[in-house]
């Protein structure tokens, strides 16, 4: 019976999950472009009628002895370039989360030759038009994701606006503090540690020369993007080979913690796999040559060390070349650094239940397909104290400091929707609710973004509410990217207030869940502290296990809430 049982739940989850596979996209000659690589074609997607090119590279392989270097230009096209398809993944370990598409975790994709990037345009967008430009950074730790992922037809189609999908090198490409590296540095940002911030400068001075032939306008680009890719955005704000290429940013669950040179190179209390030590093992040296000539399988292998994400290592690294030395915050306020551009920052009120659902000391799992909360009161108390951390380092305290130090064109958001489907005795507004990401499809208006668990997450049932909170968010972010002020979303919505000192931020939810509003406050670790020790869902017990699991991913954070709460 059990076994029937599971069979049954198998199947049902699978229909869940089951997409029509698309035709393969046939070239359009309404498409056809000339730029300086060359001649290339499209598609035209046949639902919205949105202009497609996918695949274009925008910088040379960074392969061989170009390893560990700043991107060079890409070179010309061999014949008429069909820009059909994204291109391959940057070299990643797959997370649990390739599992919604059906592969296993804890495998290396991918491969070096990786830097392309994916167009979107309206139907209407002409060759020497001026529509507003958003250049997507996706996330996933640094260390994981890819372009195909990100399908912007829609909201292309929806906002008149035209979106890059970029790539960049992930993980120990993308990161990497090593004096061999600096010693051997054939221009001034090869001696940068952050080669990923220097794909995605390359992909902007890309689009700076080219986008016009598109249809985009080169003087109105915004950069924008989630989880890792908000922590990139921050970068870009204070990243001196980045100034001139943009000109607003937004930051979807951000951050802006950094980990100083000499310890990503050295190694420190909390740092793993500092550079020279990776080195080591996977290079067997020190030198230039051994690390360029390290394999892919090699270099992966050793800092594959279980974390959710594939690899751990230091990124984001306060390098004196792509970052200030000093940080990322600190940049923020010192004009030397900070590329002064209008900014909306922003949080989901659930941040960390995408996380935590899957530990399964806080998930109980019904023969692997189903999942219950162990218990609810504290799952959800857990993950709002863990995503107000997030919020007060990534919002509050960054819109707070750019208005101290007088920069005014600054907004706030805070995404609430958590509306998910059921099935069966499975909630998956209470497991995941307004957790990291969700927020996503409702940007780009296309609610296929986490596999298998689409059909459950975004049902019949919830569509209304969704189509409406979608339209609003899809409007706000083009009409940010069209004027650098949000304003009313282009349309008749409320209008968003800049941040000012009272800590105004945009709520994002349905109609029926209290809509669009304007709520104040700034969010505070005293204030944080002080709702923790009494907040009557919780024991004593559960309170100090809350500071222990903030303590894991934020130590300074951990030790500001613990005396109020008396752990």
């Given amino acids: 019976m059990r076994g029937a049982l599971i069979l049954l739940i198998g199947l049902m989850l699978a229909a869940c999950g089951a997409d029509d596979t698309p035709a393969p996209p046939v070239p359009d000659e309404a498409t056809a472009r000339t730029i300086a690589q060359g001649e290339l074609i499209g598609f035209t997607e046949t639902s919205t009628g949105a202009q497609v090119w996918r695949g274009i590279p925008f910088a040379a392989a960074p392969v ?112 990497f503090a090593h004096e061999a590296i600096r010693d051997t540095a054939g221009t001034d940002l090869d001696r940068g540690a952050n080669f990923a911030l220097l794909d995605q400068t390359a992909a902007l001075e890309w689009v700076q020369a080219n986008i016009s032939a598109f249809g985009g306008d080169e003087d109105r680009v915004t950069i924008f993007g989630e989880s890792a890719g908000g922590y990139d955005v921050a970068g870009l704000l204070v990243s001196p080979p980045a100034r001139g290429l943009f000109h607003r940013a937004i930051i979807q669950s951000g951050g802006l913690d950094t980990v100083a040179l000499e310890a990503a190179e050295q190694g420190g209390e909390a740092i793993v796999n500092p550079s020279r030590e990776a080195a080591a093992e996977f290079a067997g040296g020190q030198t230039a040559e051994a690390l360029r000539s390290a394999s892919l399988e090699e270099i992966f292998a050793t800092y594959h060390e279980g974390f959710a994400f594939g690899v751990e290592l230091p990124r984001m690294i306060a390098d004196g070349v792509t970052l200030p030395a000093e940080g990322i915050r600190e940049g923020l306020t010192d004009p030397e650094w900070f590329n ?36 609810a009161d504290f799952y959800d108390a857990l993950a709002q104290y863990q995503s107000r951390v997030w919020r007060i380092n990534a919002v509050d305290s960054m819109a707070q400091s750019l208005v101290d ?15 998910g489907g059921r099935f069966l005795f499975m909630d998956l507004g209470q497991l995941i609710g307004s957790g990291h990401a969700v927020e996503i499809p409702f940007v780009f208006n296309r609610f296929e973004f986490f596999g298998r668990l689409d059909r459950a997450l975004f049902t019949d049932t919830n569509a209304e509410g969704r189509e409406s909170l979608a339209a609003a968010m899809g409007g706000y972010w083009a009409e940010f990217a069209r004027s650098g002020n949000p304003g009313a979303g282009g349309g008749d919505f409320p209008e968003w207030p800049r941040w000012d000192d009272g800590g105004q931020l945009m709520r994002f939810d349905t109609p029926q869940a209290g809509g669009l509003e304007v709520i104040e406050g700034v ?45």
């Avoid at 640094?142 to 970029?166: E, F, M, T």
């Avoid at 130090?405 to 509306?419: L, T």
């Avoid at 309170?543 to 300074?556: A, L, Y």
């Fill in 340 to 375: 002064d551009v209008p900014v909306i920052t922003g949080t989901n009120f659930e941040e960390m239940k995408l996380f935590n659902f899957l530990d399964s000391q806080l998930v109980r799992s019904w023969f692997g397909v189903l999942y219950t909360a162990r218990d």
């Fill in 64 to 175: 061989g002895d170009l390893r560990w270097r700043a991107p060079r230009p890409a070179p010309a096209f061999e014949g008429r370039l069909e820009a059909l398809a994204s291109s391959d993944r940057c070299a990643q370990m797959t997370t649990p989360l390739d599992q919604g598409q059906g592969i296993e975790p804890g495998l290396l994709v991918g491969r070096e030759d990786c830097l392309y990037l994916d167009i979107y345009a309206p139907e209407q967008a002409a060759e020497g038009g001026d529509l507003p430009v958003m250049v997507w950074i996706h996330g996933g730790s640094n260390v994981w994701g890819y372009a195909a992922q990100y399908d912007a037809s829609q909201l292309v189609a929806d906002q008149n606006v035209i979106v890059v999908v970029i790539q960049y090198r992930l993980g120990p490409l993308g990161f």
């Fill in 523 to 567: 969010a505070t670790f005293e204030q944080l502290g002080e709702d923790l020790a009494t907040d009557p869902r919780l024991t004593p017990e559960q309170r100090c296990e809350i500071v222990v699991r903030i303590e894991q991913w934020d130590r300074s954070a951990a030790q500001r809430v613990r005396d109020q709460v008396d752990c």
């Fill in 405 to 419: 130090d007088g920069h005014e064109d600054v907004w706030a958001y805070r995404f609430d929707w958590d509306e």
